[in-house]
């Protein structure tokens, strides 16, 4: 039966006869673009130095991670931490007073609004601790 023309060849086997495929050879990097990258960064040279350059843009990639700059990983000033802390205490004393003497304190004028008032103060308590570090 003879073989058609259009039959595919096998790939090429690796010295010891395995039967696996040799790995392909990595891609071409191409100097122009990495060179261009290099000039776009802070401090970038027009001079071409492929391993100074892909260590200056590996570099860069990790401080530009998905968590922001690195100033941006500073602990909370302890200020922060005191107000935050402080107004979920508050709101939650203030709740507390408005069930425990019947709407007579902390505020009397407002009724039932003193609900809203406690629970506001422990909301923005709540949202602050989203800034927490």
């Known amino acids: 039966m003879p073989e058609s023309r259009n039959r595919r060849k096998k790939p090429a086997r690796r ?4 039967g696996r495929t ?9 100097e122009e673009l990495v060179r261009l990258a290099a000039e776009g960064l802070p401090g970038g040279s027009t001079a ?4 100074a350059t892909a260590a200056a843009v ?3 990639l990790t401080e530009r ?12 000033p302890t200020w922060y931490k005191v107000i935050m802390l402080g107004l ?12 425990l003497f ?10 039932t609004w003193n ?9 923005v308590g709540l949202v602050m601790t989203t800034r927490w570090r």
């Not at 010295?15 to 395995?18: C, K």
């Not at 071409?48 to 391993?51: A, E, G, I, L």
């Not at 019947?102 to 009724?111: E, L, R, S």
């Open 88 to 99: 979920l205490v508050v709101g939650l004393l203030w709740l507390i007073v408005y069930y």
């Open 58 to 60: 590996a570099q860069e």
């Open 15 to 18: 010295p010891g006869g395995s």
């Open 65 to 76: 991670s998905r968590h922001g700059s690195p100033e941006s990983h500073a602990p909370t």
């Open 22 to 30: 040799a790995p392909s050879a990595a891609p071409p990097v191409d």
């Open 48 to 51: 071409f130095d492929p391993d």
């Open 115 to 123: 609900i809203g008032v406690g629970l506001a103060l422990m909301m």
């Open 102 to 111: 019947q709407g007579a304190y902390p505020v009397p004028g407002i009724g």
